[in-house]
């Protein structure tokens, strides 16, 4: 591979690491362990970690209270963000230099993107985990990455790929039109599904259903549809550990738990047909892969509700999430490449 391809799959890996520790300080409830931004108490670098700078911080911060753990695990987010912003806008310089295949205008929306992340970083502390704008972050992060990816197969796709999409087998151009759409279908549902993610984890609903597959002892427990999906305007509530009343928070996993069977069937679904068929048998291993990724996303969803929301099953929760999304997004892009070169 060429230096360059070193590089993306090194800028793709440190994004995955922010996703995942960006979900891990949220679900230590470290979010807030700086109530400032960019930098924490006032420290751009550091953080008060003496007897003199914590009482002259909580001081300047009237009710905060410095908790040195948490405050770094914010910081090192924000720092390892700050470097990937940074690497990100030296692919766009890069691709400028050389527009092969239209990939700098791939690469400058996803410089854009991290700007606008950079923002919604800023809004998570300044609102004080609005959940909306926690949503949005944890999508914008996962957008990312999956535009970088994109970006990879991209820059690949002449060197590599092209061997898979330019076979030509005994397969018409409208079975792999049909295929297409449904694609973008199941990648739309699987969106959704993030976002209904987000919410169920910005609202501290992760355990509103104590139980599996049963929500509390119930097929149809108490649930407030509608004050769960109602947006909270207001700037100067804190949202640390939720304000939803529990029906709320149940009607929030429940919608969590009924859309993932629709997101299952509709990857079951899209596996099967891929792997019938697309002949080459790099997209026959996607095709299987779709299907481990997202057993293996069942099964931590499962063990979060039964296990009490562990940190380390919760974190991979998120992280298989974002895998699962990138090999959905190969395998569409390879049949949408198949269908072009018909």
């Given amino acids: 591979m060429t230096k360059l391809n070193y590089y993306l799959l090194f800028v793709i890996t440190v994004t995955f690491t922010v996703i995942t520790l960006g979900a891990y300080v949220r679900l230590s409830h470290a979010g807030l362990g700086c109530p400032d931004w960019p930098g924490c108490y006032g420290f751009l670098v550091g953080v008060p970690d003496n007897a003199t700078e914590i009482a002259s911080a909580e001081s300047a911060y009237q009710g905060s209270i410095v908790d040195i753990a948490k405050a770094w695990k914010e910081m090192i987010h924000r720092y390892l963000a700050g470097f990937l912003g940074i690497f990100i806008f030296i692919i766009s310089y890069v691709f400028y230099k050389d527009n092969t295949d239209n990939i700098f205008k791939l690469s400058l929306l996803v410089s854009v993107l ?12 300044t609102l004080q985990l609005q959940p909306l ?25 002449s060197r590599y790929l092209s061997e898979i999409t330019n076979q030509k087998f005994n397969i018409s151009f409208a079975r792999i039109k049909k295929l297409q759409v449904f ?31 049963r929500c509390n002892n119930s097929w149809w427990p108490q649930m407030d549809f509608y004050n769960a999906f109602v947006v909270e305007l207001a700037t100067d509530l804190n949202y640390e550990f939720g304000r939803l009343d529990n029906p709320a928070r149940v009607a929030i996993h429940f919608t ?57 099953v919760a974190v991979a929760h998120n992280g298989n999430a974002a895998l699962l999304l990138m090999c959905l997004v190969t395998q569409l892009y390879l049949i949408k490449n198949t269908k072009n070169n018909f």
């Fill in 114 to 125: 991290v700007i606008f992340q950079a923002a919604l970083g800023m809004f998570t502390v």
């Fill in 133 to 157: 704008i926690v949503m949005f972050h944890l999508v914008g992060g996962l957008t990312i990455i999956s535009l970088l990816w994109l970006i990879f197969l991209r820059y690949n796709h």
């Fill in 183 to 213: 694609a973008f279908f199941t990648l739309a549902v699987l969106i959704i599904q993030i976002m209904l993610g987000g919410w169920t984890s910005t609202n501290y609903a992760a355990l509103a259903c104590a139980d599996f597959p």
């Fill in 256 to 312: 969590h738990r009924i859309w993932a069977i629709f997101v299952t069937l509709m990857i079951i679904l899209l596996s099967i047909l891929s792997y019938l068929t697309m002949k080459s048998l790099f997209q026959k291993i996607l095709s299987l892969l779709l299907i481990f990724f997202l057993g293996f996303q069942i099964l931590l969803g499962v063990l979060n509700i039964k296990l009490g929301l562990p940190i380390l």
